[in-house]
C-alpha cells in the first residue's frame, strides 16, 4: 500500500515564526489531504490538494504530484495554531492513508 | 448542521465486555469510515462503508465489527473489548460531491481495563 511519511515530526515555533512541513508519499495519488488536529483532539479538514497551489490565510499548501510530495505553510504563526498536522493521501475514492502527523508547538 | 456526531465521547471497560460506538451524519455522504488514533501512529483505518448495506475492512479489523443499516449511520461493535483496544477511535465521512474531502467526528476516548 501507500506510505506516507511526514517529517519534521516535532516543531517548536516562537509566535510570528514562519514554517514548512512536509509530506512525501509513495505512489501516485490523485487525493490529498492537509488535517490540523488542536489540543483538544478535533481533527480539522485544512485543504484538499491533489495538486498545485491553495491559499487560506496564513496557511497555504502546494503539491508536487510528479514528484511525490506536498508541502504545508505555516506563516506568522500563532499559539493557536498549535496541535498536529496530518496528511493524508488516497486515489480517487479509496480511503485515505494518513501520515503520522507533524506536532507543532507555537510558544508565546 | 450538525456534521459527523459521535456517541459515547468516553467509555471505560473491563476486559472482555462488549459495547458499540455509534457514528452518525447528516451530510448524506455516501462513505463513512472508522478510524483509531494511538500515540504515534497516526490514524489507521478500521473498517468501512461505500454505502448503505455494504461494509468493507481497513488495515486494522481484527476484533471489531461495523453495520451500515442505515445511509446515516454507521456502528463499531467490540464484542469482547482487549486491553489493545485502548484507543481513540474517530468516525469520518465523504462524498463525491464534495471531493471526497474528509469530515471528522470529534472522537471517542475508550479505556479497556
Known amino acids: 500500500g501507500i506510505q506516507v511519511e511526514q517529517s519534521p515530526p516535532d516543531l517548536i515555533l516562537q509566535e510570528g515564526a514562519n514554517s514548512t512541513l512536509r509530506c512525501n508519499f509513495s505512489d501516485s495519488v490523485n487525493n490529498l489531504q492537509w488535517f490540523h488536529q488542536n489540543p483538544w483532539g478535533q481533527l480539522i479538514n485544512l485543504f484538499y490538494?491533489?495538486?498545485g497551489t491553495k491559499q487560506n490565510g496564513r496557511l497555504s499548501a502546494t503539491t508536487v504530484a510528479t514528484e511525490r510530495y506536498s508541502l504545508l505553510y505555516i506563516s506568522s504563526s500563532q499559539t493557536t495554531d498549535s496541535g498536529v498536522y496530518f496528511c493524508?493521501?488516497?486515489?480517487?475514492?479509496?480511503?485515505?492513508?494518513f501520515g503520522k502527523g507533524t506536532r507543532l508547538s507555537v510558544i508565546a | 448542521n450538525a456534521g459527523v456526531t459521535q456517541t459515547p465521547k468516553f467509555r471505560v471497560l473491563k476486559t472482555g465486555q462488549s459495547m458499540t460506538l455509534l457514528c452518525a451524519q447528516d451530510m448524506n455522504h455516501e462513505y463513512m469510515y472508522w478510524y483509531r488514533q494511538d500515540p504515534g501512529m497516526g490514524l489507521r483505518l478500521i473498517h468501512y462503508?461505500?454505502?448503505?448495506?455494504?461494509?468493507a475492512k481497513g488495515e486494522v479489523p481484527d476484533g471489531y465489527n461495523v453495520s451500515r443499516l442505515k445511509k446515516q449511520n454507521f456502528l463499531l461493535g467490540l464484542e469482547s473489548a482487549a486491553p489493545s483496544q485502548t484507543s481513540v477511535y474517530f468516525c469520518a465521512s465523504s462524498s463525491q460531491g464534495t471531493l471526497w474531502k474528509l469530515f471528522f467526528g470529534s472522537g471517542t476516548q475508550l479505556s479497556v481495563l
Open positions: 493524508a493521501v488516497g486515489t480517487g475514492n479509496t480511503p485515505l492513508v
Open positions: 490538494i491533489p495538486s
Open positions: 462503508s461505500v454505502g448503505e448495506g455494504t461494509t
